[in-house]
């Protein structure tokens, strides 16, 4: 059986969901912003009066759930943490802010791109 490269898939993933959150108006400010030990945010993007903070989330199958389950209140923390980070580094303060998912659904065996979800407001 081949072995999955999920960091590649990952990164893939995360470009196909910068690019159909520029189709849905979105503009990319950052991908993948790192601080330090506290974590890192998929992607960083404006849209409308929003600074959105997106969490990249992908499945092959909904047996365990739905992607975006898979964001629990443990990584929604760390995702806060690292967006103050980002909005004190790059002086965002009156901005408003925005915890975006987008669930990427893929074949199971292809790993194809099936289904794209984009849920605003997610926590």
């Not at 791109?113 to 407001?121: A, D, S």
């Amino acid at each position: 059986m081949e072995k999955i490269n999920k960091r590649l898939i990952g990164s893939t993933n995360e470009k196909i969901a910068a690019s159909y959150l520029e189709t849905c108006g979105y503009i990319i400010l950052d991908i993948n912003f790192r601080a330090g030990k506290h974590g890192e945010i998929d992607i960083i993007a404006r849209e409308k009066d929003y600074i959105c903070f997106v969490e990249v989330k992908s499945r092959r199958s909904l047996l365990f759930g739905t992607p975006a389950e898979a964001v629990n209140k443990r990584k929604q923390d760390r995702i806060r943490k690292v967006a103050y980070i980002y909005i004190n580094q790059h002086r965002l303060h009156d901005n408003n802010l925005r915890f975006d998912i987008v669930e990427i659904i893929m074949e199971n065996k292809s790993l194809a791109v099936r289904e794209i979800n984009l849920i605003k407001n997610a926590f």
